[in-house]
């Protein structure tokens, strides 16, 4: 079992920056796949970004790829979402999730397991 808790969301101007943190609990944290997702009220989750287990492989959806960077801390069981050069329709819920295998990463299917969200508002 992972317990996935994201924290960093918050209200920023257009052209501004965020860093979204996801702790997860467990002894396992390194084995897991984790990527970040969002949605917005009456979309589907749409894929945001990857990261592998050793970090060493990431990807992005094209409307966040120079923007956004993930990164993860496996001591520190964290996973990190960089979000620079902000617009307003990058207005959404986050969520963290973590997956087994780093394969359709961009499908919400791969992953087992989800944080409750946090608030990201991109202001004009």
Known sequence: QVQLVESGGGLVQAGGSLRLSCAASGRTFSSYVMGWFRQAPGKEREFVAAISWSGHRSDYADSVRG???ISRDNVKNTVYL??????????DVYYCAAGSKYFR????????YWGQGTQVTVSS
């Open 67 to 69: 923007r956004f960077t």
């Open 105 to 112: 990463e961009y499908d919400t299917a791969t992953y087992d």
């Open 82 to 91: 960089q979000l620079n050069s902000l617009k307003p329709e990058d207005t």
